[in-house]
């Protein structure tokens, strides 16, 4: 199975600053198609997970664009450039070049 | 915009199975543009996948799953299903459905979850 590790596992952002989260893969998701299966995910409190980013650094319909994702290989990074009350929640990243989908621990975002 | 609903008894008793239903509105489950997916979420925990179906009935299951694992697809009734089998404490846990988009390898629209404890 490919292990996804998260870091930080939580993290308080006061409102306007930036936040970055990163996400290491035990093996490389760039498959042989030219595809990087790395994606992001938010789960806001009481709700179910949401698609923010795919394919390492395409946003999903209707997402704000302060939500960026970046890297390559087995290294990655979700960076939100100015944080607002509503991005509250735990972010996870996963990866799917194995047909094993499986996440990151997650990584919980407060407000100060 | 397309909605999943979860439902199913909320208590198992262990060594039972659990079953769980997806309801899909706002587009055919037999469209065959999508895969159907099962994962699961226990308390306090992180995410695991637990498996999908296409349309045609074709199947995939996470290994550590597999031997008790069941996804079915009702297109009559636009639902898909989860069966679990000889259920412990350890699968006590909120199951949600999604859709996966054919050839996108993740899903985009997941259910709301239903929690299911598994005592006696």
């Known amino acids: 199975d490919i292990v996804m590790t998260q870091t930080p596992l939580s993290l308080s952002v006061t409102p306007g600053q930036p936040a970055s989260i990163s996400c290491k893969s035990s093996?490389?998701?760039?498959?042989?198609?030219?595809?990087?299966?790395l994606y992001w995910y938010l789960q806001k409190p009481g709700q179910s997970p949401q698609l923010l980013i795919y394919?390492?650094?395409n946003r999903f319909s209707g997402v704000p664009d302060r939500f960026s994702g970046s890297g390559s290989g087995t290294d990655f990074t979700l960076k939100i450039s100015r944080v607002e009350a509503e991005d509250v929640g735990v972010y996870y990243c996963?990866?799917?070049?194995?047909?094993?989908?499986?996440f990151g621990q997650g990584t919980k975002l407060e407000i100060k | 915009q397309v909605q999943l609903q979860e439902s199913g008894p909320g208590l198992v008793k262990p060594s039972q199975t659990l079953s769980l239903t997806c309801t899909v509105s706002?587009?055919?489950?037999?469209?065959?543009?999508?895969?159907w997916s099962w994962i699961r979420q226990p308390a306090g925990k992180g995410l695991e996948w637990i498996g999908r179906?296409?349309?045609?009935?074709?199947?995939n299951y996470n290994p550590s799953l597999k031997s008790r694992v069941t996804i079915s697809v009702d297109t009559s009734k636009n639902q898909f299903s989860l069966k679990l089998s000889s259920v412990t404490a350890a699968d006590t846990a909120v199951y949600y459905c999604?859709?996966?988009?054919?050839?996108?390898?993740?899903?985009?629209?997941w259910g709301q979850g239903t929690l299911v404890t598994v005592s006696s």
């Open positions: 999604a859709r996966e988009r054919l050839n996108s390898r993740h899903p985009d629209y």
């Open positions: 706002g587009g055919s489950i037999s469209s065959g543009s999508y895969y």
């Open positions: 179906i296409y349309t045609s009935g074709s199947t």
């Open positions: 093996q490389s998701l760039l498959h042989s198609d030219g595809k990087t299966y």
């Open positions: 394919e390492v650094s």
């Open positions: 996963m990866q799917s070049i194995q047909l094993l989908y499986t």
